[in-house]
T-cell receptor, first 111, second 118 residues
Framework: DADVTQTPRNRITKTGKRIMLECSQT?????MYWYRQDPGLGLRLIYY???????NKGEISDGYSVSRQAQAKFSLSLESAIPNQTALYFC??????????FGPGTRLTVL | QKEVEQDPGPLSVPEGAIVSLNCTYS??????FMWYRQYSRKGPELLMY????GNKEDGRFTAQVDKSSKYISLFIRDSQPSDSATYLC??????????????????FGQGTTLQVKP
């Protein structure tokens, strides 16, 4: 079984809809991250969390929110989706020396 | 200027060639350097991890860090079609220590797309 799983894997939605992307991990890591990936822009950090009581904004947090329900679960929400949020979204966990382990990604399309 | 610069390519080589992938960076505080491989429609997977300067070898892959030049490289020997992927460099200043103010955030390069032709 994969160490980091994401659901859904693909999602098409309409402008203005609320969307939640979910991430679960079995690596036992405290640190979890949400990124988006766009062609030509690489990976950009949206939010990160050190534990269930700690949430931090990344470089592009506007329009997004997160919830850390448990050590193993970290969800990303788009409160009111807009077309420029169409991207590939990755969840990752953080190891002891800063290395990160990524999930398979969610491809989100906002029409 | 981006903190980490990486030529996006694409880079096309024949099977068996030696491949050199590179990143330059501007923040001298970076100490931890990583290379990730990302296949199409997949998440990045950690390929190599290096602390500070020096070389690290793992099979056909060698990671090299030159902190004096702020330059890191990944070499792939005897390249195979299965090596065709996007390679991302990543780096951080320190490991995350909770409450210390260190975030352990990784800064990624844009990624270089590699194609190895049979």
């Amino acid at each position: 079984d994969a160490d980091v799983t994401q659901t859904p894997r693909n999602r098409i939605t309409k402008t203005g809809k609320r969307i939640m992307l979910e991430c679960s991990q079995t690596k036992g890591h405290d640190r979890m991250y949400w990124y988006r990936q766009d062609p030509g822009l690489g990976l950009r950090l949206i939010y990160y969390s050190f534990d269930v009581k700690d949430i931090n904004k990344g470089e592009i947090s506007d329009g997004y929110s997160v919830s850390r329900q448990a050590q193993a679960k970290f969800s990303l929400s788009l409160e009111s989706a807009i077309p420029n949020q169409t991207a590939l979204y990755f969840c990752a966990t953080g190891g002891l020396v800063g290395e990160q382990f990524f999930g398979p990604g969610t491809r989100l399309t906002v029409l | 200027q981006k903190e980490v610069e990486q030529d996006p390519g694409p880079l096309s080589v024949p099977e068996g060639a030696i491949v050199s992938l590179n990143c330059t960076y501007s923040n001298s505080a970076f100490q931890y350097f990583m290379w990730y491989r990302q296949y199409s429609r997949k998440g990045p997977e950690l390929l190599m991890y290096t602390y500070s300067s020096g070389n690290k070898e793992d099979g056909r892959f060698t990671a090299q860090v030159d902190k004096s030049s702020k330059y890191i490289s990944l070499f792939i020997r005897d390249s195979q079609p299965s090596d065709s992927a996007t390679y991302l460099c990543a780096m951080s200043t320190t490991p995350t220590v909770y409450g210390s103010g260190n975030t352990g955030k990784l800064i990624f390069g844009q990624g270089t797309t590699l194609q190895v032709k049979p």
